[in-house]
């Protein structure tokens, strides 16, 4: 029996997830919701509709996990908890110093009834948090470094997109490959956030922008920019469409250690290379929505992360098939 998921919000993210559930033969695709007019999406997937967010709020729909793709400022932390009252949910809030709060206010609503949630799910939060986990477990006294890109960030393209002036931008978060290549050598240097990543930018200004203050407002905007070596290219909308169209990601957890006396070094290294950030987050989100789905069935309520789960929930093979093919 397939397990019916939902899909709330059809940006990239929600494409991403679309396409991944055609790939999982034990997953269905039921229902996409829209904050939008619905007949003003056209989706992928033939024959499934396309309903409001309103049709969400009895908590009647066909579902067995909602999977909520919005944004982490302003949309999960309202979203999640709602339908977390509703149905199982499965959301890939990415704010990391705002998780703990997040996840005690969906805990409060799935507990209440009787659902199951997941927050913080995708590549990191997610998959690059597992692997942090377990090095930290296998080699207690050792470091870890997280190294994102070389990839685009929406969300710091975005904030370039809002400089009056600007027509639209990609922004790359690139690694500094003398870090990079310290940290492999395992070295454990000290790095400052400026020694870790630049910021690449590609900005199309409107005819008669002025480029120098649009240049210096990206390179001075706080919480983005400010803190990286930052370099702003011009180009034409032509341009940007065809040499920077993707939405290509990636990035490497690594970790160093020591046993014994500490004379035996370790480097464990966990790294991704995506031609599509959405299209991979989406895969991840439609995994751990299967296992969202077996814990519910079984009885398990309340909020967990990526940290609380096996790898045989994310699995469509039995526990027999998994022991046989891949332990």
């Not at 396409?19 to 056209?42: F, Q």
């Not at 597992?130 to 207690?140: A, D, E, G």
């Not at 890109?149 to 904030?159: K, Y």
């Not at 751990?288 to 309520?301: I, M, P, Q």
Request: overall charge negative; some cysteine; charged content about 25%.
């Amino acid at each position: 029996m397939s397990t019916k998921v939902g899909i709330l919000g059809y940006g990239n993210l929600g494409r991403g997830v679309e396409e991944a559930v055609k790939r999982n033969a034990d997953l269905e695709l039921t229902g996409v919701y829209t904050r939008r007019d619905p007949s003003s999406i056209s989706i992928n997937t033939a024959s499934v509709p396309v309903k409001s967010t309103d049709d969400l709020d009895n908590g009647k729909e066909d579902i067995d996990v909602l999977v909520i793709c919005g944004g982490s400022a302003t949309d999960l932390p309202e979203m999640t908890p709602k339908y977390a009252a509703l149905y199982n949910v499965i959301d890939s809030f990415d704010t990391h110093a705002n998780i703990p709060l997040h996840f005690d206010n969906v805990n409060a609503a799935s507990k209440k009834a009787g659902k199951t949630a997941l927050i913080s799910c995708g590549w990191d939060p997610g998959m690059f948090s597992l692997n942090r986990v377990y090095s930290h477990s296998i080699l207690p006294d050792g470091r870890d470094y997280t190294f994102w890109g070389r990839g685009v960030s929406q969300g710091h393209s975005d904030a370039i997109r809002r400089i009056d002036g600007v027509l639209d931008a990609r922004q790359y978060t690139v690694p500094v490959p003398s870090a990079l290549e310290r940290v492999r050598n395992g070295e454990n240097p000290e790095l400052s956030t400026r020694e870790k990543h630049t910021r690449e930018c590609w900005v199309v200004a409107e005819d008669g922008a002025d480029k120098d203050r649009i240049e210096q407002e990206i390179k001075t905007m706080a919480n983005y920019f400010s803190d990286y070596d930052t370099t702003v290219n011009f180009i034409s909308e032509q341009e940007l469409k065809r040499d920077h169209s993707g939405l290509p990601h990636g990035g490497s957890v690594i970790y160093t250690g020591a046993t014994g006396d500490g004379t035996n070094k370790h480097i464990i290294e966990y790294s991704l290379k995506l031609d599509s950030n959405p299209e991979f987050t989406g895969s991840v989100l439609v995994a751990y929505a299967r296992a969202v789905a077996r814990l519910n069935k079984e009885g398990v309520t309340g909020c967990k992360t990526v940290l609380d789960i096996a790898p045989a929930y994310l699995s469509p093979l039995s526990a027999e098939e998994l022991r046989a093919h891949y332990l």
